[in-house]
């Protein structure tokens, strides 16, 4: 099926779901396409502290606060749908999924970036089968167990800090002698009782039997070769861009990935546009939500001087805000049942 639109969103975290808020109520009818999980990294992250108006709120939680925001302003969510080709460099934008064909005025890139891989043996064979790249979502399985995660920064801490209430102990593996990490989350992860930090560590290998047993390590001072027991192994060593399919299509990357912007979000590409994780800079949910804010106007500003704005006349959102109250008490209660209660 061919859909004719003003914007598609590719992707579905943070920054998309913000700007389908945003160009939804501004009267343009937006496609929101993800793959797999609405939310994309916040929804995996065990608790986010620094996002205003939140002291603390599980990953999860945020997520389907932005969901039902984007939802109530009148985005069409498409989840799961993949987007297999595109074709921006026309006047009407023609993006390809596994499914439909949608054509729209302009695009919003908000693709996000993936967890960056070891590379190290044993690790495609045990991913999960001991290998996670996402402690809210495998944690529950090492439950009084041994496990490490790999990496120093502010994901592989709160990661580890989200794994401490589980397991038994958890080795943190850093190839530095100190962790990159914000310094309120470092010292409380050091202060935890079942912590054992090894400093000036890389991962050589990962082995087992059917499930991870073992980390073959080296200390980088030593020079030596080790081994400890484990039962699983959390990766968090930073993120690549997910931009192939957008490069592919004639948007500028830099050296790394990153799509190249200007401040008003706009790419190489006239009414293509990109935000969040997938431009690189400061990876912040604020700073996704903000610039996913700026290309919404952007795009905003190209489609009402372009050829669907001559067609149609822009709808005016209706908020039933009734049914946003009921919602908002749904999640309310929800919260106070939350698994992930975690000590300020
Ligand atoms: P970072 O790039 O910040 O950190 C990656 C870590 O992995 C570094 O400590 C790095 O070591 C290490 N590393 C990289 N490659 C390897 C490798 N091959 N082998 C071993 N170690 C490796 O990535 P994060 O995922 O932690 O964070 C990404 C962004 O998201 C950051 O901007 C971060 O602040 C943000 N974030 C914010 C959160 C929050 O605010 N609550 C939560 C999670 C992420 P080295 O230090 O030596 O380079």
């Known amino acids: 099926m061919t859909v004719r639109t003003h914007v598609v969103i590719i992707g579905g975290g943070p920054a998309g779901l913000t700007a389908g808020i945003y160009t939804s109520r501004l009267g343009l009818d937006t496609i929101l396409i993800e793959k797999a999980t609405l939310g994309g990294q916040v929804a995996i992250s065990p608790f986010i502290e620094n996002y205003p108006g939140f002291v603390s709120i599980p990953g999860p939680e945020l997520t389907k606060r932005f969901i039902e925001h984007a939802e109530t302003m009148g985005v069409q969510i498409k989840v799961p749908e993949t987007v297999i080709d ?196 400061v990876m912040q949910i604020g700073v996704a939500v903000g610039e996913a804010i700026v290309a919404a106007m952007s795009a905003f500003e190209h489609v009402t001087g372009g050829w669907y704005a001559k067609k149609k006349a822009l709808k005016a959102v209706k908020i039933d805000f009734e049914k946003l109250k009921t919602k908002e008490k749904a999640i309310e209660e929800k919260e106070k049942k939350s698994l992930f209660k975690f000590k300020l």
């Open 86 to 281: 595109l074709e921006l460099k026309g006047e009407v934008k023609k993006v390809y999924t596994d499914k439909n064909t949608y054509e729209a005025d302009a695009v919003i890139i908000t693709t996000g970036a993936s967890r960056r891989k070891l590379n190290v043996p044993g690790e495609k064979e045990f991913a999960g089968k001991g290998v996670s790249y996402c402690a809210v979502c495998d944690g529950a399985f090492f439950k009084g167990k041994t496990v490490a995660v790999v990496g120093g920064g502010n994901t592989a801490v709160s990661e580890a800090l989200h794994l401490t209430q589980l397991v038994r102990k958890l080795y943190i593996v850093h190839r530095r002698d100190d962790l990159r990490a914000e310094v309120a989350l470092k010292q409380r992860l050091l202060d935890s009782p079942n912590v054992v930090p090894l400093w000036n560590t890389i991962v050589e290998a990962i082995k087992g039997d059917t499930v991870v047993r073992k980390l073959v390590l080296r200390d980088l001072k030593k020079d030596e070769v080790f081994e400890i027991d484990v039962d699983g192994v959390f990766v968090a060593i930073g993120y690549a861009p997910n931009s192939q399919l957008a490069a592919k299509a004639g948007v500028l990357v830099d050296e790394k990935g990153y799509i190249i912007v200007n401040r008003k979000q706009e790419t190489n590409i006239k009414g293509v546009y990109a935000a969040g994780d997938v431009t690189g800079g």
